[in-house]
């Protein structure tokens, strides 16, 4: 792991140690938190012999993000015991149970628009992160944002979860766009570790078809209007990289017929058997060949395309679509 890494660890570690140490003086009998004095100190040894972090089986490098959710971790996934390995997919199965859960509807939350969303962790649980909801003091307004987490399994499916709690409480708040961003980056800031960040498109939509959108180091969002795909690429540096940072918002404006396309990078990056990936251009054309279908036709039009073009090929992602068309 890289230093910043093994020193948050480290600072993570001694911190915990000294709470064990006061719980026990009130309970010096008590064995179970012994045992777990025993584990912290043995973590800390092992990070002053430079061990830290490889499994003690077959010596290689533990999971990072399995070792950023416990510290303590000895073994990589391939040398679990049978027991730590039931304990594992039960976690994972109940952390699948919630994502499922902050899901949004299917329904549009604004009037005069359609959207259509694909959902399809690669695993049980995803660093992909969708969302729509309506405005709660601007009811002819909708806020949407489709992100992906930096890296994956359940320690990126915990921040996903974090940001999608941080901005469902944000949009209460009726703040400018930009200050929105900003205030979101902040709290994320505070809240991720080193090298975790997030790559986001979102905005706020209108019933008159204005749209205020905003890309944080993501793919670039397309724009569907009939016989042509326009790019709007990012403006900005991905969350949780630089807590000051200012957020510029871009606006455009959809007339009926016309579609906002977001995606996770599953899409672009899928490969076929023979290598290639599916890639930006091949998607903008297959849209364009689809452009003033609805919401939902241009969503399955993209992903028969994918999987016609992905063949048996394993997918190398989470795959996350999000479509928004201004109804006719």
């Given at each position: 792991?890289?230093?910043?890494?093994?020193?948050?660890?480290?600072?993570?570690?001694?911190?915990?140690?000294?709470?064990?140490?006061?719980?026990?003086?009130?309970?010096?009998?008590?064995?179970?938190?012994?045992?777990?004095?025993?584990?912290?100190?043995?973590?800390?040894?092992?990070?002053?012999?430079?061990?830290?972090?490889?499994?003690?089986?077959?010596?290689?490098?533990?999971?990072?993000?399995?070792?950023?959710?416990?510290?303590?971790?000895?073994?990589?996934?391939?040398?679990?015991?049978?027991?730590?390995?039931?304990?594992?997919?039960?976690?994972l199965e109940?952390?699948?149970?919630?994502?499922?859960?902050?899901?949004?509807?299917?329904?549009?939350?604004?009037?005069?628009?359609?959207?259509?969303?694909?959902?399809?962790?690669?695993?049980?649980?995803?660093?992909?992160?969708?969302?729509?909801?309506?405005?709660?003091?601007?009811?002819?307004?909708?806020?949407?944002?489709?992100?992906?987490?930096?890296?994956?399994?359940?320690?990126?499916?915990?921040?996903?979860?974090?940001?999608?709690?941080?901005?469902?409480?944000?949009?209460?708040?009726?703040?400018?766009?930009?200050e929105m961003?900003?205030?979101?980056?902040?709290?994320?800031?505070?809240?991720?570790?080193?090298?975790?960040?997030?790559?986001?498109?979102?905005?706020?939509a209108t019933?008159?078809?204005?749209?205020?959108?905003?890309?944080?180091?993501?793919?670039?969002?397309?724009?569907?209007?009939?016989?042509?795909?326009?790019?709007?690429?990012?403006?900005?540096?991905?969350?949780?990289?630089?807590?000051?940072?200012?957020?510029?918002?871009?606006?455009?404006?959809?007339?009926?017929?016309?579609?906002?396309?977001?995606?996770?990078?599953?899409?672009?990056?899928?490969?076929?058997?023979?290598?290639?990936?599916?890639?930006?251009?091949?998607?903008?054309?297959?849209?364009?060949?689809?452009?003033?279908?609805?919401?939902?036709?241009?969503?399955?039009?993209?992903?028969?395309?994918?999987?016609?073009?992905?063949?048996?090929?394993?997918?190398?992602?989470?795959?996350?679509?999000?479509?928004?068309?201004?109804?006719?």
């Amino acid at each position: 792991m890289a230093t910043p890494e093994i020193h948050f660890l480290r600072e993570q570690l001694l911190d915990r140690r000294h709470r064990l140490q006061t719980a026990l003086q009130t309970t010096p009998d008590n064995s179970a938190l012994t045992e777990l004095l025993a584990e912290v100190d043995n973590a800390l040894a092992r990070m002053e012999q430079g061990r830290y972090g490889r499994c003690e089986i077959c010596q290689e490098p533990i999971e990072q993000e399995r070792l950023l959710s416990d510290p303590l971790l000895r073994y990589c996934l391939d040398h679990l015991t049978p027991s730590e390995r039931q304990a594992l997919e039960r976690d994972l199965e109940l952390a699948a149970q919630i994502q499922s859960q902050l899901l949004p509807p299917r329904e549009s939350p604004l009037e005069g628009w359609e959207v259509a969303y694909n959902y399809q962790p690669m695993g049980l649980v995803s660093g992909d992160y969708c969302d729509l909801m309506a405005d709660p003091r601007q009811p002819d307004r909708m806020f949407f944002v489709l992100g992906d987490v930096a890296g994956k399994g359940v320690a990126s499916s915990m921040l996903m979860t974090h940001l999608h709690a941080i901005f469902r409480s944000l949009v209460s708040f009726h703040l400018p766009l930009d200050e929105m961003v900003a205030m979101a980056n902040r709290i994320f800031c505070e809240s991720a570790l080193a090298g975790q960040y997030a790559t986001l498109v979102c905005g706020r939509a209108t019933r008159s078809g204005e749209i205020e959108l905003h890309n944080a180091g993501h793919w670039p969002a397309l724009v569907v209007r009939r016989g042509q795909v326009e790019r709007v690429d990012s403006t900005n540096v991905p969350l949780g990289m630089f807590p000051s940072v200012q957020f510029v918002v871009r606006r455009i404006q959809l007339q009926a017929g016309e579609s906002l396309f977001l995606y996770s990078d599953g899409l672009v990056e899928t490969r076929n058997p023979a290598g290639e990936e599916f890639g930006l251009e091949r998607l903008m054309n297959t849209l364009a060949g689809r452009a003033g279908t609805s919401a939902g036709n241009l969503l399955d039009g993209c992903l028969r395309a994918l999987a016609d073009f992905r063949q048996d090929a394993r997918r190398p992602d989470d795959l996350t679509l999000l479509v928004l068309r201004r109804a006719e």
